[in-house]
């Protein structure tokens, strides 16, 4: 046989759908494009590892733990927004990587780590100590320190860590993807050593003012409203400080204290530092109300996804409005596990 007979045989055998048949409901009769979004795109049949991502509206879903664990999106455009973020909090907490009383630390689990970032530079920070992060999404560098490692596993199912063996569990932004958090809560107790620490930072989903210059209808206040109550239906309710607070007492954590900072949503404080913060929250903005949004808006609401994506784009365009001064909540909380 001729070398092109096999290459042309190859090629037939390999075409195995044959002639793509047109869905003749996608036929322009009204003039209309395509959306983005609203397509089924799940690749979960296809492969069995854990880089299992479903597309929905434009964005990335991790899927290997279900499509519904966490409702935030963990593609390239988010682990941008969330290495901002960190840079945002660092400046909240006056360049601290956290608010607890730590002294030498050996043992460090992040919760939820997303891209690693924090436990990398606390990996920096106490170069003796072993600093563990866990999330479901395999999205953290390969180039870390050497003191630092990272596992792809689900918080809420039951930890294999050995009790009594880390200094200091930290969570942070994990509250819309976390549906029990007394379990989860426990394990981190059962894994602290007597006398240890834990904290938890999270956003709060409240727009607030202090000149009035922001009414009832601000586009970023009622998108906020609107992922709020998707959350709420799902029974994993956005944090308040009360909330945070009280879930450590309820776990039996001691020496609890909390803490709330303002987040200006735009660059428009007088204060250099809150400025820099603003402005960052400002640029994040610009992908962070998608994040955040859309799924729960069309997942759980129910809404049309060129609709929630208005609802997002309006929520940015609000915050550039030099006029309005808005600013949301971010909650610092930390408890001790008793010694007894
Ligand atoms: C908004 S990101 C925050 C990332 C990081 N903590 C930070 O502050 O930069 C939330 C992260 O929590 C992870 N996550 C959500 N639920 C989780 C669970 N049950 N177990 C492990 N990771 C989880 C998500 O995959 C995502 O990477």
Known sequence: MRKSEVIVSSHRNNMSDGLIEVDPSVLNTD???????????????????????????????????????????????????????????????????????????????????????????????????????????????????????????????????????????????????????????????????????????????????DDGSVPDDYAAKVCMQLISEAMNKIGRPPCTQESITQQLKDAGFVDVQAYTYKQPMGPWPKDPRLKRIGAMSLLGGETGYAAYGLAPMTRILGMDPAQAERICAEAFASVKNKNQHAYSHYYVAFGRKPLE
Request: charged share 25%; hydrophobic share 35%.
């Open 31 to 209: 003039g209309t494009d395509y959306e983005t979004a609203g397509y089924e795109t799940s690749t979960q049949s296809l492969t069995s590892s854990v880089n299992q991502y479903v597309f929905e509206n434009g964005r990335r879903y991790h899927a290997y733990y279900g499509i519904d664990k966490n409702v935030m999106p963990t593609d390239e455009i988010e682990q941008d927004r969330l290495d901002l973020h960190h840079e945002s909090m660092l400046q909240m907490l006056k360049g601290d990587l956290y608010k607890a009383p730590l002294e030498e630390p050996t043992r460090i689990l992040d919760v939820g780590t997303g891209t690693g970032i924090w436990a990398i530079d606390m990996a920096d920070k106490f170069p003796a100590a072993e600093v563990i992060g866990i999330d479901l999404s395999p999205i953290q560098p390969r180039w870390v320190p050497p003191n630092c490692r990272f596992e792809t596993d689900d918080a809420e199912q039951e930890w294999t860590y050995d009790p009594n063996s880390f200094d200091f569990i930290h969570l942070r932004n994990i509250a819309l993807s976390i549906s029990n958090w007394p379990f989860l809560l426990s394990q981190v107790f059962k894994c602290l050593k007597p006398g240890s620490w834990i904290e938890h930072c999270e956003l709060g989903l409240v727009v607030y003012s």
